[in-house]
């Protein structure tokens, strides 16, 4: 079972949902990086359970400690390790689902794939619980691009069927990423705030869920990031992205989209001011040609599909007698889990994108 990814900043994530403890491993981080651990904190908050209506009712502190690899707050080039504590467990409510596997989760591809010996416990290492060692490399690695001139942020672009505003992709503000990644419900316009949050009680009354849409942008990359083919940026992101529980779709730039439009509309222009910049009048194509960063903003949007954990009785199977069945999901989950995945996004884009800084550092302009 591999948790790992990255070339040169390589990142491990281990541990299960209701193990005695969950964390991660970074390799190969520079030496030398001064790391704010309340900045940290402050990143992990967002994402921890049980401090908003739309999340789950388990409450965890989520507070990391650091191992190895920081010494007086400063990388030390050794593997940085950090470890964090599960403390509030019910596993009682998963004893059933090692024979009655539930629906659209992976505790029957799990079953199969690993001989029966995989922990369904809260999903065990396939819960959205592992996405908290994620937004901790995450935390660590934006604080090294801050110092590179990298600004990192995301939003909830979409809840069902509400929306909130969507980036102007040529001209994404570090002001208005800062912001945005240090919000517990990160949106452009507060007015979708109301409109969501009333979208995810009524699935939650209905005992039922939603999911949304993440989007994301990144500012200060330089161009010459990524390489062609099979190495690209985007497909180093997508990959990171992908190792989110319940994330089904990625796209760049205008992505899907650009399928209805003519080249006419779809191509993005260069253009030099006055003063000698290069910049582009358009950004359909999110900030990557040929797998490589162009300068302009770097925009993906993150599908986030409903969380499969609701109180409905659901169709299911009995794999001790292969006959057909029924379940009810018992325990604590999330009626969205879109708010709460806006940090680890935030947090996968920090971590590949230090990575693949690291391995290209010769070849940026």
Known sequence: MSSQIGKRVILSIFGESHGEMIGCTLQDLPAGEAIDLE???AQMARRAPGNDPTATARREADRPRVVSGLLGGVTTGAPLTAV???ENTRSGDYAAHRAVPRPSHADYTGMVRYGGANDVRGGGHFS???TAPLVFAGAVCRQILARRGVTIGAHILQIGAVRDEAFDAVSVRKEQLDALAS???ALLDPASEAPMRA???AARQGADSVGGIIEAAVTGLPVGIGSPMFDGVENRVAATLFGIPAV????????FSLASMRGSEANDSLHYNEDGTLTSLSNHNGGALGGITNGAPLVVRVAIKPTPSIGQVQASIDT??????TTVIQGRHDPCIVPRAVAAVEAALAVTLLDLWEAEAGHLR
Not at 248 to 255: C, H, I, N, T
Not at 320 to 325: D, E, L, P, V, W
């Open 39 to 41: 900045a940290v904190y």
């Open 320 to 325: 001790t007698t292969s006959q057909n069945t």
């Open 128 to 130: 959205g619980r592992l």
């Open 84 to 86: 964090i504590e599960n």
């Open 248 to 255: 089904k779709g990625v796209e760049f730039g205008d992505g």
């Open 199 to 201: 979208a995810v009680e």
């Open 183 to 185: 919000s517990s419900f």
